[in-house]
């Protein structure tokens, strides 16, 4: 007798299954660890900037650009208001309220940039962090588990032996791959 093989909807049928079984699982928990992981960056942020002495060097950047923002008002309020201003025309850029330094170049480093990359270097350590909780070891779990699954979907030659291997799987994790048909309430129960 040949040995039944899989085709390849009878595969693509399982995959979706194992995903429907564990994609909410491990949405759940990773919606866990975003709030965990939110907390533990913010905190991880401002020890990582006064860890490696970011926070003052930041905060002279920040201190530099507020003293060039008072110089360049200083000076539009000079030329807008000198005597040879009365009478000719002044450049528009003499006119502006409040200066800034701005463009688009790589050239500049402004304190939001500073802080953008404690913040990735935060998440980073707090990402590494969490994954060692008991959160994170639940998503790591389910991660693994759903690999494994899967593994055994694309190695399995017959979906006999397969079904027997992913309820024992899923089983591991509070699921089950054999699942009752519920019954519908009685027809005078039922809306119409």
């Given at each position: 007798?040949a040995?039944a093989?899989m085709?390849?909807?009878?595969?693509?049928?399982?995959?979706?299954?194992?995903?429907?079984?564990?994609?909410?699982?491990?949405?759940?928990?990773e919606l866990?660890?975003?709030?965990?992981?939110?907390?533990?960056?913010?905190i991880a942020?401002?020890n990582?900037?006064?860890?490696?002495?970011?926070?003052?060097?930041?905060?002279?950047?920040q201190?530099a650009?507020d003293i060039?923002?008072q110089?360049?008002?200083?000076?539009?309020r000079?030329f807008?208001t000198?005597?040879?201003?009365k009478k000719?025309d002044?450049n528009?850029?003499?006119?502006?309220?409040?200066f800034?330094?701005?463009?688009?170049?790589?050239n500049?480093i402004?304190?939001?940039?500073?802080?953008?990359q404690?913040?990735?270097?935060a998440g980073?350590?707090?990402r590494?962090?969490?994954?060692?909780?008991?959160?994170g070891?639940?998503l790591?779990?389910l991660e693994?588990?759903?690999?494994?699954?899967?593994k055994?979907i694309?190695?399995?030659?017959?979906?006999d032996?397969?079904?027997t291997?992913l309820?024992?799987?899923l089983?591991?994790?509070?699921?089950?791959?054999?699942?009752?048909?519920?019954?519908?309430?009685?027809?005078?129960?039922?809306?119409?």
């Open positions: 007798m040995k093989t085709q390849k909807w009878q595969r693509d049928h399982f995959v979706s299954e194992l995903n429907r079984n564990y994609d909410p699982l491990i949405t759940a928990a866990k660890l975003k709030s965990i992981e939110a907390e533990a960056i913010e942020e401002k990582l900037a006064d860890e490696i002495g970011a926070t003052p060097i930041i905060e002279e950047l201190e650009i060039v923002k110089k360049m008002s200083k000076a539009a000079f807008r000198s005597k040879v201003a000719k002044i528009y850029k003499f006119q502006e309220k409040e800034g330094i701005r463009g688009y170049g790589s500049q402004l304190p939001d940039d500073c802080w953008e404690i913040r990735e270097w980073d350590f707090a590494a962090k969490i994954k060692k909780t008991p959160e070891k639940v790591a779990t693994d588990n759903k690999r494994a699954s899967y055994e694309m190695e399995a030659g017959s979906p032996s397969l079904k291997k309820h024992n799987n089983q591991k994790d509070g699921l089950s791959w054999n699942r009752e048909v519920k019954a519908l309430p009685p027809t005078d129960q039922t809306i119409n």
